[in-house]
């Protein structure tokens, strides 16, 4: 069974940094994109890898967030530096499907920037 | 950028009535075009994919059509596990972006 499992979520403190996990069950995590949802917001796409490891990124976080996996540990991972108070989120990971829609999420890792 | 606006921001309908979501994007998409359900403290799921193919598992009575700029999400007879927020999101080019969701509420 696909599954998709998000940890490493939580308070971290303006310009703190932050390192986001999404573990994969049942498929491997070739091509994948994390996608934020800020308190009773919309959905705001941040970043995809893709199985070639091209990597694209939201201009809001290009140059302070990394995408990154571990096929070892079947791992997609997002490091966040520089961290804003605009970056407070819910961080759900992805798989890529028909192209790049979403076909299987994890449930999510909350990021609170506050001091 | 590409600019997706979706109408209307909330839609009261009653169970069995035919919900009719748009889509409209600020330039041509072609029929690269996705939608989404969510319901709170959930992750959203895919519902169509590149404007009118089901993803798996998806029922029939949920359909998408549209091409270049406009689109629509049809839902024809609204059963209770419907009621929800709706999202598009186009796969045109980088960056990936969403529309702002239509809120299907039970009237």
């Known amino acids: 069974e696909e599954q998709l499992v998000e940890s490493g979520g939580g308070l971290v403190q303006p310009g703190g940094s932050l390192r986001l996990s999404c573990a994969a069950s049942?498929?491997?995590?070739?091509?994948m994109s994390w996608v934020r949802q800020a308190p009773g917001k919309g959905l705001e796409w941040v970043s995809v890898?893709?199985?070639?490891?091209?990597?694209y990124y939201a201009d809001s976080v290009k140059g302070r967030f990394t995408i990154s996996r571990d096929y070892s540990k079947n791992t997609l991972y997002l490091q966040m530096n520089s961290l804003r108070v605009e970056d407070t989120a819910v961080y759900f990971c992805?798989?890529?499907?028909?192209?790049?829609?979403?076909?299987?999420w994890g449930q999510g890792t909350l990021v609170t920037v506050s001091s | 950028e590409i600019v997706l606006t979706q109408s209307p921001a909330t839609l009261s309908l009653s169970p069995g009535e035919r919900a009719t979501l748009s889509c409209r994007a600020s330039q041509s998409v072609s029929s690269y075009l996705g939608w989404y359900q969510q319901k709170p403290g959930q992750a959203p799921r895919l519902l169509i994919y590149?404007?009118?193919n089901r993803a798996t598992g998806v029922p029939a009575r949920f359909s998408g059509s549209g091409s270049g700029t406009d689109f629509t999400l049809t839902i024809s007879s609204l059963e209770p596990e419907d009621f929800a927020v709706y999202y598009c999101q186009h796969r045109q080019n980088w960056p990936l972006t969403f529309g702002g969701g239509t809120k299907v509420e039970i009237k």
């Open positions: 590149d404007a009118s």
């Open positions: 992805a798989r890529g499907a028909y192209g790049d829609f979403f076909d299987y």
């Open positions: 049942g498929f491997t995590v070739s091509h």
């Open positions: 890898i893709y199985g070639g490891d091209n990597r």
